[in-house]
């Protein structure tokens, strides 16, 4: 007896310890690491880093046309066939040697090879544009004004992430909460049928609906299935939008402080801070210096030209010869074509101006819902607080009717259950308010 008392006790113990080990084993993350962990693991917010390191590099290889370019070239040709000059005989005179001898300059044909077989040719030139200065100014704010486009993208990105992550949070840790209450419910359908039973089997009751009573264990059954599925849910859409490398964690619950929002004149004062809005800011601002930009193509290219060339073989050119000069270039078509183009750009100048007002306006209609749904949820917390508030008292008092004979359990436990139901509700209306509270942030730019 002793021997087995024992080996029951060995089991028990190395039980309890497994299950201190797998919960050891089982990591804890709060709001905050998963927020953190998301937005450091998000592929499109890396995509659009690497976009605003793209479109940097544009601005820093489009400030190298603002300078002047250099051209080499060099040419080596060898010439099967070279010119010749012949210089006929007398042509040039007669020197007369004396009255009776006269010699012809030249006194026979010459000829005159011109040029070498072996041809070299080296040079270099430097244009320096002047009038193009302006519309290379313009093409550099337009570089930049993407760059800034991309940035405020990747902020309206890492807030729909945080967004994200706060409600798949809350919305887990809520249905933990009802899985608690649906629990509690559970027991107290199997306490009532337990009662019910020993009833019949002491002959003190027989008409009794069991089935019934079978019927809403299988119903709070179900209840916590389809509680047990949602969270599980939630937490896989966590790790996909985290990329956690856990697929079994738990939560940390983080203490509610209830957080001073101010008047919603204030926020939507601020709404010019919502990416959205600054987003098709820029996008107007971009229109117009693509106006700008179709108004300086009609400026003809003018510049500077200088640059030295160095050439062997060719006789009648000079070896060493430095120039300098000036380039004119002009294509009548662009005075034709730019207006089209002039008309396009407006048309997108407009098109951004219309689009701003029609994000003010539905920036304006979120704020004021957010805001709403803070102050519903604020209320929802007073009344299910009092509420939690007497269901507790009721419990205390039940739980003193136990002690003292006068109730059977399921009063107790059905007491227990609308607590935990009342504590649900109390942190669902907390919770309910936080992510307002976040989103009302979020809609002027704010994590």
Not at 66 to 81: D, I
Not at 386 to 398: A, S, W
């Amino acid at each position: 007896m002793k021997s087995f008392v024992k080996n029951i006790t060995l089991m028990a113990l190395a039980l309890s310890l497994k299950g201190q080990y797998a919960t050891a084993q089982t990591p804890t993350y709060s709001l905050q690491q998963l927020k953190e962990t998301a937005l450091k693991s998000n592929h499109i917010l890396s995509v659009k880093q690497w976009q605003i390191a793209e479109r940097e590099a544009k601005i820093k290889e489009d400030e190298t046309k603002r300078y002047p370019t250099a051209t080499v070239n060099g040419n080596y040709q060898y010439n099967f066939n070279l010119a010749n000059i012949t210089i006929p005989a007398g042509s040039i005179g007669v020197l007369p040697v004396s009255a009776t001898v006269q010699v012809p300059l030249p006194n026979e044909d010459k000829n005159i090879q011109i040029g070498n077989k072996n041809l070299y040719n080296l040079g270099v030139t430097a244009y320096q544009p002047i009038s193009q200065q302006i519309k290379i100014k313009t093409g550099l704010e337009v570089n930049r004004m993407d760059v800034a486009i991309t940035e405020k993208e990747k902020q309206k990105i890492a807030l729909q992430i945080t967004q994200g992550v706060e409600q798949l949070y809350y919305g887990t840790l809520i249905a933990q909460k009802q899985l608690e209450e649906a629990e509690a419910k559970l027991a107290v359908a199997k306490a009532k049928l337990g009662d019910v039973e020993t009833a019949i089997a002491a002959g003190k009751t027989i008409d009794v609906n069991q089935a019934g009573l079978l019927a809403n264990i299988a119903d709070e059954e179900q209840n916590i299935l389809k509680l047990s599925i949602q969270a599980q849910n939630y937490k896989s859409d966590l790790v996909k939008l985290t990329g956690i490398a856990d697929e079994d964690f738990n939560l940390q619950e983080s203490s509610f402080a209830m957080e001073q929002v101010a008047g919603i004149e204030n926020f939507k004062n601020a709404s010019s801070s919502n990416p959205d809005i600054q987003i098709a800011s820029l996008t107007k601002e971009k229109a117009q210096l693509g106006i700008k930009a179709a108004q300086q193509s009609t400026l003809p290219d003018f510049g500077f030209v200088t640059g030295y060339t160095y050439q062997s073989g060719n006789p009648i050119l000079p070896n060493h010869n430095p120039f300098v000069g000036l380039n004119l270039k002009w294509n009548v078509q662009d005075l034709f074509s730019n207006k089209h183009l002039l008309k396009q750009r407006e048309a997108q100048a407009k098109q951004a101006e219309e689009n701003i007002l029609n994000l003010q306006q539905q920036v304006t209609s979120d704020i004021e819902k957010a805001y709403r749904k803070v102050n519903q949820s604020k209320s929802l917390i007073a009344v299910a607080q009092r509420v939690l508030d007497y269901r507790t008292k009721e419990l205390k008092v039940q739980e003193d009717k136990q002690v003292a004979g006068l109730n059977v359990k399921t009063d107790t436990l059905n007491t227990k259950a609308l607590v935990a139901k009342a504590n649900a509700d109390v942190y669902a209306a907390q919770l309910a308010y936080t992510l307002a509270v976040s989103e009302l942030k979020s809609l002027i730019g704010n994590q």
